[in-house]
């Protein structure tokens, strides 16, 4: 039993030297992390190491002191440099949030105004340049940075209203165009009718006239009609007369008329009878009621 006991007592006792060892190591480790951070970051801003390089070395600077501003300054410097400006935005972002150190807030949004510009987003990096003279008023390239990112505030403001005005000008000149174009065709519109309406009494006057044409057509028709039944009795008026026979003798011409007289006088009389007995008969044909 004392043997058991021990070992259960030198297990406990490697446990916890082993403990201790390890969080001594693990303090030693913290302790020396800042240095390891200042060391990585001092290696990827040497001019012999590419982009990708430097950024993976901020990057292992990052993953030992999670909490280092500077190294979140950094990634955003790396970014800048290789113009890679979004990046570069949201780094220095993640260092203004994460400080309370004027003097690091102060380059922080000096470097995001200047991001800013290059973007062209001017608003903003104005509110940038100016949190950043906050933070140091004596800095005169940031005031100087200022006045520039204003005046190209100004300048764009301007552009704008220009362009607001230019299109209000293309509007109220597109309107007068399409008045006008209106006006025209209601003139033209108004033109067509009169047009129209002057094709349809001068349509009207010719047929008037054409009427008026064939009536005096017809009237000359029928009096050269008359006028040809005129010429036609007084022709026959005009005949001469055949010379009586002073001797009693009955002539060619006597004998051809008197014939023609008796043959018109019993075409008469059958025309009367034949009148008289379509009259009885149509009397005959009635319906007896």
């Known amino acids: 039993m004392k043997e058991r006991k021990m070992t259960t007592k030198t297990i406990i006792l490697s446990v916890l030297i082993s403990l201790s060892t390890a ?3 693990k303090a030693q480790s913290i302790s020396n992390a800042p240095k390891k951070a200042k060391a990585l970051l001092a290696e990827a801003s040497s001019k012999d ?3 990708p390089r430097s950024e993976a070395k901020i990057r292992q600077a990052k993953a030992i002191d999670k909490d280092n501003s500077d190294i979140s300054y950094n990634f955003g410097n790396l970014y800048i440099e290789n113009n890679e400006l979004e990046s570069a935005r949201l780094r220095l972002v993640e260092s203004i949030e994460s400080t309370e150190d004027k003097s690091l807030k102060h380059k922080s949004y000096h470097n995001l105004g200047n991001v800013l510009m290059e973007e062209e987003q001017y608003q903003m990096a104005v509110d940038a340049y100016k949190d950043a003279l906050r933070n140091n008023p004596t800095d005169e390239e940031t005031r100087y940075n200022l006045a520039y990112a204003k005046s190209k505030l ?4 301007n552009d704008e209203n220009k362009d607001g005005d230019d299109n ?3 509007n109220k000149d597109e309107s007068e165009d399409e008045s006008k174009d209106n006006k025209d065709e209601g003139e033209n519109e108004d033109k067509d009718k009169d047009n129209k309406e002057k094709d349809q009494e001068d349509d009207k006057g010719d047929k008037n006239e054409n009427e008026e044409d064939q009536k005096d057509d017809k009237g000359n028709k029928d009096k050269q009609e008359k006028e040809k039944e005129g010429e036609g009795g007084d022709k026959e008026q005009e005949q001469p007369q055949q010379p009586q026979n002073t001797k009693g003798q009955i ?3 006597q004998i051809q008329r008197l014939l023609e ?4 006088q019993e075409k008469d ?3 009367k009878l034949n009148a008289q007995k379509a009259k009885g008969q149509k009397s005959k044909t009635g319906k007896d009621w």
């Open 168 to 170: 209000k000008d293309k």
């Open 261 to 264: 007289a008796i043959e018109n």
């Open 251 to 253: 002539s060619p011409q």
């Open 49 to 51: 190491l590419d982009f």
């Open 154 to 157: 100004k300048d764009e403001k």
């Open 23 to 25: 969080i001594v190591a």
């Open 269 to 271: 009389v059958q025309e």
